[in-house]
Nanobody, 134 residues
Framework: QVQLVESGGGLAQPGGSLRLSCAAS????????LAWFRQAPGKEREGVAC???????YYDDSVKGRFTISRDNTRNTVYLQMNGLKPEDTAVYYC????????????????????????????WGQGTQVTVSS
């Protein structure tokens, strides 16, 4: 059973930094892709970043160059380093995990699908609040 626990959220000033962590358990971490999503009040959930089992990374255009996703398979943890924070980054941030699957020899989770509302992740965390304000 996929279990994910996020931490590291809080209040940051514009231009500041935060590092989110997502501790995973209940599954073989190295076989899974991990992703960060966020949802602001009154808005739909959106994909922020994703890292595959092969350490390939994908980012939403709004965070490219500012956020970095990484994983530590020895600690079963995925991280999201957030630099240059903006007020529009304020949201609840969620961690998601999905075992890498293949269809016709190609991974079903890829650059085109990872953030799609139609892509079903196997498990989700409870979220951590990030607020960017002066």
């Amino acid at each position: 059973q996929v279990q994910l626990v996020e931490s590291g959220g809080g209040l940051a000033q514009p231009g500041g930094s935060l590092r989110l962590s997502c501790a995973a358990s209940g599954f073989t971490f190295e076989y899974y892709a991990l992703a960060w999503f966020r949802q602001a009040p009154g808005k739909e959930r959106e994909g922020v970043a994703c890292i595959t089992n092969n350490h390939e990374t994908y980012y939403d255009d709004s965070v490219k160059g500012r956020f970095t996703i990484s994983r530590d398979n020895t600690r079963n943890t995925v991280y999201l380093q957030m630099n240059g924070l903006k007020p529009e980054d304020t949201a609840v941030y969620y961690c998601a995990a999905d075992r890498v699957k293949y269809s016709y020899g190609r991974p079903t989770l890829n650059a085109a699908t990872w953030s799609s509302i139609n892509y079903r992740y196997e498990g989700w965390g409870q979220g951590t609040q990030v607020t960017v304000s002066s």
